[in-house]
């Protein structure tokens, strides 16, 4: 079966099954649509979790789920990515490399790359200034903000600026790391607003 026919067929076992739904959509032109849910109104009232299907997410892309009227980023980390986040260089720039402000995440996540899964990076796409939604910016390079990028997330709207795991650079506008949401995974599916078993 190809991919296609994949993502539809479960696309009919979650709305049957579960009911919870979620517009997935990607970030920016360079980014993969995979698969597309609309939310009902109730759900989106409610603020119920929302699922989507990250087996064939490959490595260093990103797509962003809707979940309670926010973006969330789900990422693929690379190797490479995990590597840089662990660097003395790197952390040497954020404002709180170790996740010590507890309210940004839950505690499974607070860890050296603010994850569940190590390569799997889950964050609100919801700059912590004033709410804009920061830019996906892989690529290691200079860039116009920032001549010693080594990717991460971009905000447009006042200049902040996000490692490959969300936290927040010394001396922008944003306050503090992007939040992680509560979330679990089992096999393909990745469910966003709910703990699952945390034992
Ligand atoms: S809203 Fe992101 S820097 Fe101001």
Redesign the pocket.
């Known amino acids: 079966m190809n991919q296609d026919g994949v993502n539809k067929g479960r696309r009919r076992f979650l709305m049957g099954a579960t009911g919870a739904m979620g517009a997935v959509g990607g970030v920016g032109v360079a980014w993969p649509l995979l698969s597309s849910w609309q939310p009902s109104e109730r759900a989106k009232a409610i603020g119920a979790p929302v699922a989507v299907d990250v087996g064939s997410l490959g490595e260093g892309e990103m797509i962003s789920v809707e979940w309670r009227g926010k973006p969330i980023f789900i990422v693929r980390r690379t190797a490479e990515m995990l590597e840089t986040l662990r660097s003395d260089e790197l952390r040497g720039r954020l404002s709180d490399p170790d996740s010590d402000n507890q309210n940004q995440q839950p505690e499974y996540a607070r860890n050296d790359v603010r994850s569940r899964e190590e390569e799997l990076l889950v964050v609100e796409g919801f700059?912590t200034?004033?709410?804009?939604a920061p830019q996906y910016r892989p690529q290691v390079e200079p860039q116009s903000f920032d001549d010693n990028w080594l990717g991460g997330f971009f905000?447009a709207?006042?200049?902040?600026r996000f490692d490959m795991a969300g936290r927040v650079f010394r001396g922008v506008?944003?306050p503090s790391n992007l939040a992680v949401p509560p979330h679990f995974r089992e096999g393909d599916m990745l469910t966003i607003g709910e703990d699952g078993e945390t034992a």
């Open positions: 700059c200034h004033l709410g804009c905000c709207c006042h200049g902040s506008p944003a």
